[in-house]
Nanobody, 126 residues
Framework: QGGLVESGGGSVQAGGSLRLSCLDS????????MAWFRQAPGKKREGIVC???????VFADSVKGRFSISQDVPNHTLYLQMNSLKLDDTATYYC????????????????????WGQGTQVTVSS
């Protein structure tokens, strides 16, 4: 379990958009809950969205209304569409999963996940 590979990071100006991808080479995404986290330098890792096996999502307030999530199940890929990017969105972004179907109340805690990708850097400039 846990062959997660993120891609799509880069540099973008404030107000712009990026789409991140998380390839799940172990094919867990269509069965288990998955999440995106981010970590800025000197800050704790922050859970920003979780999607469960039914496709239901829960977002952190910091990204609600700007970020969206989608899945390409046949290609085992989870996407994070990020719009209206702000300077504060600068961080390394990670996807994560664990062997459960639902996000649950603790979905935004990094301790709830045992499987992580290597991360992809997003830099937002003014």
């Amino acid at each position: 379990q846990g062959g997660l590979v993120e891609s799509g990071g880069g540099s973008v100006q404030a107000g712009g958009s990026l789409r991140l991808s998380c390839l799940d080479s172990d094919y867990t995404s269509e069965r288990y809950a998955m999440a995106w986290f981010r970590q800025a330098p000197g800050k704790k890792r922050e859970g920003i969205v979780c999607v469960d096996r039914d496709g239901d999502t829960v977002f952190a307030d910091s990204v609600k209304g700007r970020f969206s999530i989608s899945q390409d199940v046949p290609n085992h890929t989870l996407y994070l569409q990020m719009n209206s990017l702000k300077l504060d969105d600068t961080a390394t972004y990670y996807c994560a999963t664990d062997l459960r179907f639902w996000c649950g109340g603790g979905w935004s805690s990094e301790r709830a996940y045992n499987y992580w990708g290597q991360g992809t850097q997003v830099t937002v400039s003014s």
